[in-house]
């Protein structure tokens, strides 16, 4: 006799634009039996620089009506940005629902530093978030945290995984803030608080002053969205899934491909 099998809910993956895509690489390593729906608010992209109440309410819309259409069993919010300004409230406003957040990694950062020197690169609302500095005063008060807000890197990040060039002076006077030396000491640790600055993390290797740890959440965001559902062996990988929205509705022929490369019908 055959053992009954399981069609799971999907994960939905939700960021401003493509960054979130650094997260959906990992989450499938780690959730091979689920299947995935994308979500990039193309048409509010980028978020760093809106204002907060108007970006609160734009998230929540959204998701309501997100949730009424997918279904989805979780939702990681794949955006610094968007998490730090609205998580709160998007718990409230959908209570059935589990969220899994991301946050600057600055616990992990200053747990590892040596030099005591991080820097946090970020957009400009997370750098002006509350949450932001509540987390170095909880876990960092021993180290020196340089927050750098980036006007340009979320669009920099969007046309280089698109294969568009940019310029390593565009880039390094984004990054350059982020390096510090003080009393014979280096920044040792860079938080990327921005799921779209991984991609360009090769570049920022090459271009750095001295070598950092180039913190990347994206692991750990998918470790903990793991922990969250439920593993369960005779599952079946939904086929109509695996899917990309883009809030636009008219994604160029450079996102769908991208997005094609990442498994996702756009």
């Known amino acids: 006799m055959t053992a009954p099998t399981h069609e799971l809910k999907s994960v939905l993956v939700f960021d401003s634009g493509i960054g979130g895509l650094t997260v959906l690489r990992e989450a499938r390593v780690l959730m091979p039996e689920r299947g995935f729906i994308y979500v990039a608010d193309d048409a509010g992209f980028p978020y760093g620089g809106w204002e907060e109440q108007a970006l609160k309410e734009r998230v929540i819309g959204l998701f309501g009506r ?6 989805p069993e979780v939702c990681i919010i794949a955006c610094n940005t968007a998490f730090t300004l609205v998580g709160a409230d998007l718990r409230a406003a959908f209570p059935q629902m589990t969220f899994v957040g991301t946050v600057p990694a600055i616990k992990p950062a200053a747990e590892r530093t040596r030099s005591g020197l991080v820097s946090v690169l970020a957009t400009p609302g997370t750098v002006r978030r509350a949450y932001t500095r509540d987390l170095i005063q909880s876990f960092a008060q021993q180290c020196h945290v340089r927050l750098v807000g980036s006007e340009n890197l979320a669009r920099m ?6 294969g568009d060039a940019v310029s390593d002076d565009a880039v390094l006077a984004e990054i350059d803030q982020c390096f510090v030396e003080k009393e014979g000491r280096k920044t040792d640790i860079v938080v990327l608080a921005c799921t779209h ?8 290797r090459r271009l750095a002053p001295w070598p950092v740890d ?11 969205a793991r922990t969250l559902v439920p593993l369960i062996a005779d ?11 883009l809030t636009s509705g008219n994604p160029d022929f450079a996102t769908r491909r991208l997005m094609q490369g990442f498994g996702l019908r756009a």
Do not use: G, K, S
């Open 66 to 71: 997100l949730l009424e259409e997918h279904d």
């Open 157 to 162: 990040a969007e046309a280089y995984i698109r």
């Open 197 to 204: 600055y991984p991609f360009m993390a090769n570049l920022f």
């Open 214 to 224: 180039w913190l990347d959440p994206a692991e750990a965001i998918a470790r903990r």
């Open 235 to 245: 599952a079946v990988h939904p086929d109509n899934f695996d899917f990309a929205v």
